[in-house]
């Protein structure tokens, strides 16, 4: 028996299981591939669509050595912290739902429905669903952060894939009319719908959304505000003691600038995908009762009595994409953890963390406070000590920059909070361990080890104390405010995101597999 189908200029293979002497057949008549040969695995002149490349990391390490490597580590830390947590779950979001059309009880992720389509199941393997996902972020990452848009293409250019991209009425009438299984079309359409969804998502993006409820016409900037916040205080003075004032910042090559709170509108536009908006709403906290006066004095002190550890652990635990790279890492070594298996438990970590984020930042604007920065400068000439020695208050600084974002509560506390939450409760349900125990290596001081997640979260959080960023009360109110939102992600977002499979098949390697041009049992 022999097949031989096009689609859309590339060579789609067909897989009929039920006979034994399937013949697969390319577009250039003679070319015959019979299930089982030993065919040298190299891209063909013209590639086909379920042709996976000698030299793309195999399916387990796609998300770290393939998109990792190449997004995180390269450009989305530069992003503000609010951001890197939406890219970052919208990147999970898209190899989420690339699972889940090639799968057969998976949810799609946005809707909580059936994905349309879902692919033939002789078409459920990893390799297809890694080919998916490399598709759909290779359309993705021109939206979603645009200055890694080359390093993708050229990444796919260099492993012998398609690197154009796929109209989305093309990708639609392909996927839905032709029923086309190819990971280029379905990726393309994964990527579609998220970049959709991006618009209508409350965070501003585009930019196209003015603080007025206008649009923008021209020079639209991502991801500015639509809740129309305006600080009290300007940076050069503080009319209201309390109230949140921008710092000056500098490049360092000449150029000064004045802070703009980071997007102050996600906490009150923003859709949240664990709470419900009601649920999110609720979430309020008292205002603090700081005595400014003993605040500053503690925070100096901290500031100025610095050690190696203190100072190793507030810069580590301020890259939240460290401990988060960091914490997978450790997962797929331990339990061995399949792509699959990775993008479930990722999925539902930056989930997680977006919605504590959205609460974080609706009390940060609500109660609008100053940062120590701040109080300490306006001592002006007053002799003070911190790591930098001895020297007038209004030089004074903290151990790392300030983020351009209000004090209370505390957004690192929320997140990690919520992480360690999550990862306990995914761990205890699918591995049957409380917790985890991790070990972390550094250059400056003896490896530290951390014997649950949270012992993690303690020192995440006193590290926002020891660096000066925060004052005291601030860190305790995050516990209290985003307390509980990572069990929810896992309980109520990802279970159900199975359908009516369970999390054990995503860590099935007993189903057939891709082996470069031809499936085989």
Known sequence: MYFNKKSFGSVLFLAVLQTSSVVFVDAKPGKKIRKGSKKKKEA??????????????????????????????????????????????????????CIAHYHPTALNAITKTHPLPRVPEQYHTSEARALCMIHAVNKLVPELVHVSAITISTWLDDLGLDSALMSDADALHLATVEKSPSPRVIGSLVAAEIIQDMYIDGWNYKGLVTADGGICTAHCRPFSDTFGYVPKNSPWEITYPHAWQPLIESTDLGCFYAQEHATPHIGFKAKPVILTRDELDAKELDAPNFDYIQEVADVITNVANLDDYKKTMISFMDNKINIDVGMIMRLRGKYSLSLEAQVFYHYGYTSSEHDVVLLAWKEKVRHDLIRPTSIVRALRDEVVTSFAGTHKAKDW??????????????????????????????????????????MWEFHDIPPVTFTEMMDLVGVCGESRIWGGMHFSSSV?????????????????????????????????????????HVFVE
Request: net charge negative.
């Open 44 to 97: 063909p002149t013209q590639v086909d669509d379920f042709y996976y490349p000698a030299d793309m990391p195999p399916p387990p390490k796609m998300w770290i050595e393939g998109f990792a490597s190449r997004l995180h580590a390269q450009n989305i830390q530069k992003y503000e912290a609010p951001i890197q947590v939406w890219q970052t779950w919208r990147l999970d979001q898209a190899m989420w739902n």
């Open 397 to 438: 600084a903290p151990y790392i920059r300030v983020m351009p974002h209000a004090e209370y509560p505390s957004g690192s506390g929320c997140i990690c909070l919520a992480v360690a939450q999550y990862v306990d409760s995914f761990i205890s349900d699918q591995y049957g361990s409380k917790s985890i125990k991790t």
């Open 476 to 516: 305790p109110a995050s516990y209290e405010l985003c307390d509980g939102v990572g069990t929810k992600g896992y309980k109520d977002l990802m279970v159900p995101l199975l359908g009516t499979g369970a999390y054990a098949e995503l860590m099935d390697d007993t189903k057939i597999k891709y082996d470069g």
